[in-house]
């Protein structure tokens, strides 16, 4: 662990903590001006706090997400930080009343299970990753309402649906969802022009 009184080391522009067994950085290191280089390889533990890829990035990204995260309140925005894969605890420890999450212009591809958590989310934005599906854990968020994909690689998200909005993409999802779980087939209402190719290539209805 490292003590939040390492902030009274003003001058510190350099921080080597490779091969340990640190598990966490304090927020407190995002609003140390004069720290400019840290070394944090090698920290096993570091993998479940902090977002693949940010240990290997630059150190501005982990300054900026510790800070970001540290000041969460109704919204959080970890927009533009490259950010490949957030640690479950990164939603998980933000406040219940969260309503606003921005993840846009990062190369995500997938949400951790604790997005469930944020039961007060009403705005999503993933704008500009790289997911190919959406996690069907967005189903278990009643209040979402704005869903920003732009610029994703989605497969079987037909244009037309995107258009429609959140509403339309969740309730797609939920009819998707069933289709596995129950082995029917549900289309209808959702000003669909063809029906999605992921739709026909479910194992389940194939069998």
């Given amino acids: 662990e490292i003590p939040r009184e390492i902030a009274r080391l003003k001058r510190l522009a350099e921080l080597t903590l490779s091969d340990n067994r640190i598990e966490e950085l304090p927020s407190i290191l995002s609003v140390m001006p004069m720290l400019t280089h840290m070394a944090i390889h090698a920290n096993p533990g570091l993998s479940h ?3 693949e ?4 990035g630059p150190l501005s990204n982990v300054k900026g997400y510790l800070k970001r995260i540290h000041q969460a309140r109704d919204s959080l925005d970890l927009s533009s930080l490259g950010l490949r894969k957030l640690p479950p605890s990164a939603l998980s420890d933000l406040p219940l009343r969260l309503s606003e999450l921005i993840l846009a212009y990062n190369k995500l591809s997938d949400l951790p299970s604790t997005i469930t958590l944020l039961s007060a989310l009403v705005v999503l ?3 500009q990753n790289l997911f190919t599906k959406l996690p069907e854990s967005l189903l278990s968020l009643p209040r979402l309402t704005t869903l920003e994909l732009e610029a ?3 497969d079987g998200m037909p244009p037309e649906v995107l258009a429609a909005g959140c509403s339309a993409v969740l309730q797609l999802l939920s009819r998707q969802r069933s289709s596995r779980l129950h ?3 549900d289309l209808s209402k959702l000003a669909l022009q063809t029906i999605p190719p992921d739709v026909l290539n479910m194992g389940a209805l194939q069998e």
Avoid at 53 to 56: A, L, V
């Fill in 125 to 127: 934005d993933i704008r």
């Fill in 183 to 185: 082995h029917n087939l």
């Fill in 49 to 51: 706090t902090l977002p």
């Fill in 152 to 154: 994703n690689p989605l």
């Fill in 53 to 56: 890829g940010s240990i290997e």
